[in-house]
């Protein structure tokens, strides 16, 4: 042996967790990583684990930008985004201002067109 745990055990010792302990550890870790590091100016990209509000608080503290997935962890701020994307996309996204970037990739055998649109009026979700 060479130390290197096998997956099988890797199993056992992940399925002892506490998956809410395990979720607070996270995030004050993220937390604690951000004070150690210097963002000022970054954008800073954090799964859907990492969307938490005292996250983005500090995130916005270091005077950085940020990228969070949601997903629907969240109760009902996904489906509140999903309305409010949703109602822009129909007013052709009137009177707010947004940036469109889409991209195409064409890796492993296959073609994969992705658009990221940034919507700057949020602030109705700073009140929520």
């Not at 290197?4 to 395990?22: C, K, N, V, Y």
């Not at 004070?35 to 950085?64: F, H, L, N, P, Y």
Request: net charge negative.
């Amino acid at each position: 042996m060479n130390g290197t745990p096998w997956h099988d055990h890797l199993g056992d010792i992940f399925a002892m967790l506490d998956a809410r302990a395990f979720q607070l550890c996270f995030a004050a870790w993220v937390a604690a990583l951000l004070d150690m590091m210097s963002t000022e100016g970054a954008v800073v990209t954090i799964d859907a684990m990492g969307c938490q509000r005292d996250i983005a608080t500090k995130i916005i503290e270091k005077k950085a930008d940020y990228i969070l997935a949601l997903k629907g962890n969240q109760g009902t701020l996904r489906e509140d985004v999903e309305v409010f994307v949703d109602e822009y996309k129909v007013l052709k996204y009137k009177d707010t201002t947004i940036r469109a970037h889409p991209t195409v990739d064409a890796d492993h055998g296959r073609i994969e067109t992705q658009s990221y649109t940034v919507i700057h009026n949020v602030d109705w979700l700073q009140v929520r």
